[in-house]
């Protein structure tokens, strides 16, 4: 399909020979002498021209004052005016509109090319940014929440509802594995902020100085290898949304600069002088008890009131197994398309399965699980032989004969969970001795320090 491109022209040989021209040149060419006819064309014709190309003042009226009325109409449409003589005044305006470029007449053909062509590729970018933001709204809509659980019916109420304001934070809390993630981006992409970015971040997973740096940014030169300026996360997720996952893991003395670029909306990098003003709405995740943690003075009370604005509690899946067949269902379709299967019976025994496991891992187990099957069966019948399901549900997994650790690799444990638990198996057989644990797992006593600290283990 070629480009569509709108010539708004009252000079009929003017107009004519701009047709031609363009037309020549492979555009799809509409012409109007009339703001009237060219509103015809946009409202009822529905066209959606790439370029329109309009001499500023008409017959009928200004053309500023019909792009402003058809902004909403074409959106997606960049703006070149041509007028006979130049004014201050309409050049602003136009500028302030948003339009591509203002030229006088009489213009060179060569020149008029270009603008076309820059105004062309400069629209067809925002055609691709608006393609890739409805693509992710559709991936991300509220009924990617999947269950008709009273919990999952409340929890998709109370997304809906907050995607219709302009909420500043809160607080996701849910077990390893339930669904936060998800839940955040279902309320960005739905939410007034949706053409902004997406920022994430898990707090858990970086030392408290790299995390500061990439929360805040820095300029260059602020510390050893520090060579160039480098913008923060606050920055990158200017208009839209920042996600701090796990944010029960940071650093107190870093929550307190957390907490004051929360309230103010102002950051400054590592190493500068000015403060940047952001604009941004915060979502935290976490899977811990923060209150429990602001009674053990583990988190700061004022940065847990500041960002539990709303709360979000996402319940673990043993605790609304109705929404299992749902969420099966869905993730075998989805798994189906992912891989060029044809799943469609479950047998009865599947089901029984599945009901009568514990779901540690929570929906990150199950879809890992439902892949897996999908992935390996060979007709249409789940294959009930690679459910693989262990049979010890409560507890932590059974330690290996010998100098192992026996971890089930079946999606119940997320890599973190694998983590501590490795850690607290060799503190256990080594007496909380740091050093022998460290000699034992090939690391360095100060690393081991920082994981034990940051999995809130004990040791001597």
Request: proline share 4%; aromatic share 6%.
């Amino acid at each position: 399909m070629r480009d569509s491109l709108l010539i708004i022209e009252d000079e009929k040989l003017l107009g004519n020979e701009l047709a031609r021209h363009f037309s020549k040149q492979g555009w799809e060419i509409t012409l109007a002498s009339t703001l009237a006819e060219a509103g015809k064309c946009i409202q009822e014709q529905l066209i959606e021209p790439l370029v329109i190309l309009s001499d500023m003042n008409l017959p009928d009226g200004n053309a500023l004052d019909f792009m402003e009325s058809c902004k909403e109409a074409a959106n997606s449409t960049e703006w070149l005016f041509l007028t006979g003589y130049g004014s201050v005044a309409d050049s602003v305006r136009a500028v302030r509109l948003g339009a591509y470029d203002f030229i006088e007449k009489p213009c060179e053909l060569e020149r008029l090319d270009l603008l076309v062509e820059g105004a062309a590729r400069s629209a067809r970018a925002q055609r691709r940014l608006e393609n890739q933001i409805q693509e992710q709204n559709d991936k991300y809509s509220v009924h990617t929440l999947t269950g008709k659980s009273p919990a999952m019916c409340l929890l998709r109420d109370m997304v809906v509802q907050m995607s219709k304001v302009p909420f500043s934070s809160l607080i996701i809390t849910g077990e390893t594995g339930t669904g936060k993630g998800l839940v955040t981006r279902v309320l960005h992409y739905s939410g007034k902020r949706a053409k902004g970015p997406l920022v994430e971040i898990n707090c858990a997973a970086l030392p408290r100085e790299l995390l500061e740096s990439e929360l805040f940014g820095y300029e260059a030169g602020a510390f050893t290898g520090a060579k160039k300026r480098h913008r923060g996360l606050f920055e990158q997720a200017h208009t839209g949304t920042l996600f701090l996952d796990e944010i029960g893991e940071m650093d107190l003395e870093l929550q307190g600069k957390l907490l004051k670029a929360v309230e103010e909306l102002r950051v400054r990098r590592l190493g500068g002088e000015l403060e940047i003003d952001v604009d941004v709405q915060i979502i935290a995740a976490t899977n811990q008890d923060l209150q429990h943690e602001v009674g053990n003075g583990n988190f700061r009370q004022d940065l847990y009131h500041r960002l539990n604005v709303i709360n979000l509690h996402i319940p673990p899946l043993r605790e609304r197994l109705e929404d299992l067949q749902d969420l099966v269902l869905f993730f075998i379709a989805e798994n189906n398309a992912k891989f060029g299967k044809n799943i469609r019976t479950v047998p009865p025994s599947v089901w029984t399965k599945l009901q009568d496991y514990h779901w540690p891992g929570n929906i990150r187990e199950l879809r890992n699980i439902i892949e897996r099957c999908v992935l390996l069966a060979n007709g249409d019948v789940f294959p009930e032989q690679w459910l693989q399901l262990p049979s010890q549900v409560d507890g932590p997994p059974p330690v290996a004969p010998g100098n192992g650790v026996f971890l089930p690799l079946d999606g119940s444990l997320t890599l973190q969970d694998m983590e501590k638990y490795i850690i607290q198996e060799v503190l256990d057989r080594t007496g909380n001795n740091v050093t022998a644990a460290a000699r034992m797992l090939g690391t360095t006593r100060e690393t081991l320090r920082y994981r034990v600290q940051k999995h809130h283990l004990k040791c001597s």
